[in-house]
T-cell receptor, first 114, second 118 residues
Framework: QKEVEQNSGPLSVPEGAIASLNCTYS??????FFWYRQYSGKSPELIMS????GDKEDGRFTAQLNKASQYVSLLIRDSQPSDSATYLC??????????????FGKGTKLSVIP | DAGVIQSPRHEVTEMGQEVTLRCKPI?????LFWYRQTMMRGLELLIY????????DSGMPEDRFSAKMPNASFSTLKIQPSEPRDSAVYFC????????????????FGPGTRLTVL
């Protein structure tokens, strides 16, 4: 059973601060790692993808991956009220016979306070 | 470019009725995925297709659920008979590839269908 764990929150940060979201996963052979943002009543929207150890930056967002520790994180710098949403960590792993499975965590609810 | 299209956006039905959800993937994406999202269980994969062929249906909860993909631009998820516990948001997603550690395995989600079974 592949598992992806996230703190459900809510995580509250003041506007302008750094928000740090964390995720751990169980399957050591996982190959692709994603952060999706989901506003209430909307569909998941891709924020970041990362495939190798280290940091990947895109604007105010930085994804960090540590495969040895089975840990992936997302940093949001200069947080804005519009960043308030649920952030889903997703991990893609082989599931046998050439197939793959994208497993989602249950999400961390972020609230940015003006 | 048009994204993944789903219909209907909302469906309210009574227990025992048949429900059909529809999806049109992004053109050129060979993989189509059906997910269900609930507060309790989060986002769960139900089934996925490659080039219209079902590859992994291990997430389909029971025989009441069935999915088809008659061509590259259309898929359906059917629930017959529906039960109140099927109430959830059902998402369709598509991608150029299913995995392997490449940027092409990013999945793009449709707007979802909110199903309520009374």
């Amino acid at each position: 059973q592949k598992e992806v764990e996230q703190n459900s929150g809510p995580l509250s940060v003041p506007e302008g601060a750094i928000a740090s979201l964390n995720c751990t996963y169980s399957d050591r052979v996982s190959q692709s790692f994603f952060w999706y943002r989901q506003y209430s009543g909307k569909s998941p929207e891709l924020i970041m993808s990362i495939y190798s150890n280290g940091d990947k930056e895109d604007g105010r967002f930085t994804a960090q991956l540590n495969k040895a520790s089975q840990y992936v994180s997302l940093l949001i710098r200069d947080s804005q009220p519009s960043d308030s949403a649920t952030y889903l960590c997703a991990v893609n792993s082989p599931s046998g016979a050439g197939s793959y499975q994208l497993t989602f965590g249950k999400g961390t609810k972020l609230s940015v306070i003006p | 470019d048009a994204g993944v299209i789903q219909s209907p956006r909302h469906e309210v039905t009574e227990m025992g009725q048949e429900v059909t959800l529809r999806c049109k993937p992004i053109s050129g994406h060979d993989y189509l995925f059906w997910y269900r999202q609930t507060m309790m269980r989060g986002l769960e994969l139900l089934i996925y297709f490659n080039n219209n062929v079902p590859i992994d249906d291990s997430g389909m909860p029971e025989d009441r659920f069935s999915a088809k993909m008659p061509n590259a631009s259309f898929s359906t998820l059917k629930i017959q008979p529906s039960e109140p516990r099927d109430s959830a948001v059902y998402f369709c997603a598509s991608s150029p590839s299913p995995g392997g550690g490449f940027s092409t395995d990013t999945q793009y989600f449709g707007p979802g269908t909110r199903l309520t079974v009374l």
